[in-house]
């Protein structure tokens, strides 16, 4: 099927400029929001994976489906703040402005086989923060899932070295 389809853009969101790609039409449609899952999940199959690191927010739905299916555990990244124990952090910068991420000290154990999961691939500078966090903490990223990826944003160069999917590839 096909899922780019079922994501809606909508123009100058947040910002003046930026097309922001709404998976709420992909989700909201039980056929797609299957389809989906089950195409990641496919790619990981056979993959030795320990923990699925899902990042604020939309990597939230992503990431605790493909861990709950795969029978790992979820660990959540997220903005500043929002986090209540002891955590690390790491600065990146956003196709629209720049952030901070968080994660817990204790949220993986060293040697941890990592994948990293995020609904969209723009820059890279999230995703690329994450795996920064998960090395810091011992982890090993063996994977870097998007459902989305922006090409004209050539994140995946900000990405070199680590195996990146996403299922839906767009070039505007
Ligand atoms: P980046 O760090 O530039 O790769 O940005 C990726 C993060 O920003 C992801 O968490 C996305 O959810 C969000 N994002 C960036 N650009 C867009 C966009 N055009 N539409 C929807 N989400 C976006």
Redesign the pocket.
């Known amino acids: 099927m096909d899922l780019a389809q079922t994501i809606r853009n909508v123009p100058d969101f947040p910002v003046e400029g930026?097309?922001?790609?709404d998976i709420t039409t992909l989700l909201q449609d039980p056929v797609p929001f299957r389809a989906a899952v089950d195409e990641m999940l496919d790619a990981y199959r056979d993959r030795p994976i320990d923990v699925v690191v899902g990042?604020e927010s939309?990597?939230f739905i992503w990431g605790a489906i493909l861990a709950y299916e795969m029978g790992v555990g979820f660990v959540p990244v997220r903005k500043p703040g929002k986090l209540p124990a002891e955590t690390i952090r790491a600065e990146?910068a956003?196709?629209y402005g720049t952030n901070a991420l968080e994660m817990h000290v204790d949220a993986l154990r060293p040697g941890q086989k990592v994948l990293v999961v995020?609904?969209?691939?723009?820059?890279?500078?999230?995703?690329k923060a994450t795996c920064e966090l998960v090395e810091r903490l011992g982890g090993e990223v063996v994977g870097v899932a998007f459902l989305i990826e922006?090409t004209f944003l050539h994140?995946r160069d900000k990405l070199s070295g680590y195996d990146v999917l996403s299922l839906i590839s767009m070039d505007d």
């Open positions: 930026i097309q922001f790609k990042i939309r990597g990146y956003l196709e995020d609904d969209l691939l723009a820059t890279g500078g999230t995703a922006l994140g």
